[in-house]
């Protein structure tokens, strides 16, 4: 009976965060994407992280009270993993199947998907700011149990790596959170559909592959790493943090509010005249900044859980790079389309794709 409990527990989750979404108040903004056919920007209701403490303190309180062990998700991770997976596909389809056909190839349809921005009661609950929701919030609670069942298992002889490698995780999901706002102006909000790999990747990937770091190295010791080193990922950590999310937050405000200076910057553009682009700041160090911020994070994370030998908890930047530097090619020819001559121009003043002065 636990273990279908466990595999039922990451669906019963989603759809608290689903109801808590719909129902708890949250504040009405306008985004950057025009709805389809029209000039009239998209509306979104964010409460995200309302939503996202209300989840976590309810955990906390059952927890507290003995009705679930600390450490549940981590018994019971492999049983909610395949619940995240089951419901994953099941969105997936749901999300695919009733929706005319964009692309020649269902297996691309069902992937990529098929609808740009699904919003459900004139956007009282969009299905992209869900998604990330449910994955952040479901990330977190399996983090808090997985460092649980560390503690629980080693007591003093814990890890303070293994703590530190948490604690910059919840960071991270905080954070977004925090600025969930400017998320709208990023890439999964323009150029992606919703299908299987938004869908099924924040609903199962997103939950349980990010918290590899932690998870790989929960049931080993702690051991003696130089505080040197510990100081290091830590700066590591922040200075690659201070570089995606400044660069996003510049891109945010530029777009809001073209003549403002960030952090003291005043934008310095090119223009056609028609069409703009921001060429300094953040913006002038590379063309994808924000991408080498998302992979040192990662890097720096990897190396807070004091072992740096351990093969698994590499995979979490390892993926980063897998996914964003085609993402930065992919990236790269659609703002070619958009901008024509004005990005060969950016490209001349911005030479370096992703890593100022290497790449």
């Given at each position: 009976?636990?273990k279908?409990?466990?595999?039922?527990?990451?669906?019963?989750v989603?759809?608290i965060?689903?109801v808590l979404?719909a129902?708890?108040?949250?504040r009405?903004v306008?985004g950057?994407i025009?709805r389809q056919?029209s000039d009239?920007?998209?509306r979104?209701r964010l409460n995200?992280?309302l939503?996202f403490?209300t989840?976590?303190?309810i955990?906390?309180?059952?927890c507290?009270?003995?009705?679930?062990?600390?450490?549940w998700?981590y018994i019971?991770r492999w049983y909610g993993?395949?619940?995240?997976?089951?419901?994953?596909?099941?969105?997936?389809?749901?999300?695919?199947?009733?929706c005319s056909?964009?692309?020649n190839s269902?297996?691309?349809?069902?992937?990529?998907?098929r609808?740009e921005?699904?919003?459900?009661?004139g956007?009282?609950i969009d299905?992209k700011?869900?998604l990330?929701l449910a994955g952040?919030?479901?990330?977190e609670?399996?983090i808090?149990s997985f460092?649980?069942?560390?503690?629980i298992?080693y007591?003093?002889?814990a890890?303070?790596?293994?703590?530190?490698?948490?604690?910059l995780?919840?960071?991270?999901?905080?954070?977004y959170i925090t600025?969930?706002?400017?998320h709208?102006?990023?890439?999964d909000?323009?150029?992606?559909r919703?299908?299987?790999?938004l869908?099924?990747g924040?609903?199962?990937?997103?939950p349980?592959f990010?918290s590899i770091?932690v998870?790989?190295?929960?049931d080993?010791?702690g051991?003696?790493?130089p505080?040197?080193?510990l100081?290091?990922s830590?700066?590591?950590?922040?200075?690659s943090w201070s570089l995606s999310?400044?660069a996003?937050?510049?891109?945010y405000y530029?777009?809001?509010?073209?003549g403002r200076?960030?952090l003291?910057?005043?934008?310095?553009?090119?223009?056609?005249?028609?069409k703009?682009?921001?060429?300094?700041?953040?913006?002038g160090?590379?063309r994808?900044?924000?991408?080498?911020?998302?992979i040192?994070?990662?890097?720096?994370i990897?190396?807070c859980?004091?072992?740096?030998?351990?093969l698994w908890?590499?995979?979490y930047?390892?993926?980063?790079?897998?996914?964003?530097f085609?993402?930065?090619?992919?990236?790269?020819?659609r703002?070619a389309?958009?901008?024509g001559?004005l990005?060969?121009?950016y490209?001349?003043?911005?030479?370096?794709r992703?890593i100022?002065t290497?790449y």
């Amino acid at each position: 009976m636990e273990k279908l409990i466990g595999f039922l527990t990451p669906p019963l989750v989603y759809f608290i965060i689903f109801v808590l979404n719909a129902v708890m108040p949250g504040r009405w903004v306008t985004g950057y994407i025009t709805r389809q056919h029209s000039d009239e920007k998209l509306r979104y209701r964010l409460n995200g992280f309302l939503v996202f403490f209300t989840v976590i303190f309810i955990w906390v309180i059952v927890c507290y009270f003995g009705l679930m062990p600390w450490d549940w998700f981590y018994i019971y991770r492999w049983y909610g993993l395949a619940g995240a997976v089951t419901t994953g596909l099941i969105f997936s389809f749901a999300i695919v199947l009733p929706c005319s056909a964009v692309k020649n190839s269902f297996l691309a349809d069902f992937f990529w998907g098929r609808l740009e921005n699904p919003q459900l009661w004139g956007g009282r609950i969009d299905a992209k700011m869900w998604l990330y929701l449910a994955g952040a919030i479901m990330l977190e609670i399996n983090i808090l149990s997985f460092v649980a069942h560390h503690h629980i298992s080693y007591g003093d002889q814990a890890s303070v790596g293994i703590y530190l490698a948490a604690a910059l995780l919840s960071f991270f999901i905080i954070d977004y959170i925090t600025f969930e706002e400017v998320h709208l102006y990023t890439y999964d909000f323009v150029a992606e559909r919703v299908g299987f790999k938004l869908g099924f990747g924040c609903i199962a990937f997103y939950p349980y592959f990010y918290s590899i770091p932690v998870w790989s190295a929960i049931d080993m010791p702690g051991t003696q790493m130089p505080k040197t080193v510990l100081v290091i990922s830590l700066l590591l950590f922040f200075i690659s943090w201070s570089l995606s999310r400044g660069a996003n937050l510049q891109k945010y405000y530029f777009k809001k509010d073209p003549g403002r200076a960030f952090l003291g910057i005043k934008p310095k553009t090119i223009t056609d005249g028609n069409k703009t682009i921001l060429v300094n700041g953040f913006w002038g160090l590379s063309r994808h900044i924000n991408y080498l911020g998302e992979i040192g994070m990662a890097i720096g994370i990897v190396l807070c859980t004091g072992h740096p030998f351990l093969l698994w908890p590499w995979l979490y930047p390892l993926y980063y790079i897998v996914l964003l530097f085609p993402r930065q090619l992919a990236d790269d020819k659609r703002c070619a389309l958009k901008y024509g001559a004005l990005w060969d121009q950016y490209k001349q003043k911005v030479r370096y794709r992703i890593i100022p002065t290497i790449y």
